[in-house]
């Protein structure tokens, strides 16, 4: 069963999304009122994947999946905010996050996405995708490298910048889905990062693939 830790400061955002996720299947291994109540259950909730509010008290929602990603590489967080900010989906993604959404969706959603992220894949709402890749794009390229990626890992990695989940890539490649998992973490080890997302965000940085 996935275990959840879910970090909302609205106590009926949630309660609701406690209650849609048990009604899904998923286990609420600890559901936080704060970045700082986050950080101090997660070590006894072990959760497979984090669902953040960005606009947290105290330590905000980015600083908060920072460190919960530093203190557990295999986590998979998911933001969620009140408002459209590229900007600051920009900065998620690079903190290493797999996705964000607006709660204006319904707590369904909300539930698909953590299926999807899952599943090696990514999440950015419609309202902002086409302004958060507009801001992406804008970055291509600007920055020198001198990161040395082998041809199987630049290969993988030109997929996943593409929006492929790891079956999707895995069948594109001809490989398995375990090899596509290693090739990601050897890239995210070179490149400094946590996911899949924040590994886009910089490789396109500095021009090592396109889109």
Known sequence: MTRV?????DPRYRALMK???EARGFAV????GSGEEALAQRASAQPDVALVDIELPGIDG???ARRLLAADEELEVL???SFADEARVFEA???GAAGYLVKANSSERVADAIITVLGGGAVIDAALGRRFWNLFAASAGRAQHHVQLDDEERAVLQLVARGLTNPEAALALGASQRAVKRRLAAVYRKLGV??????SVEALRLG???L
């Open 194 to 199: 946590h996911g899949r997302v924040e590994a």
């Open 79 to 81: 933001m969620l905010t």
């Open 29 to 32: 291994a600890a559901a936080c």
């Open 208 to 210: 090592l693939v396109e």
């Open 62 to 64: 980015i600083e908060t």
């Open 5 to 9: 830790l879910l970090c909302e400061d």
């Open 19 to 21: 209650r849609t996720l």
């Open 93 to 95: 993604m690079r903190a």
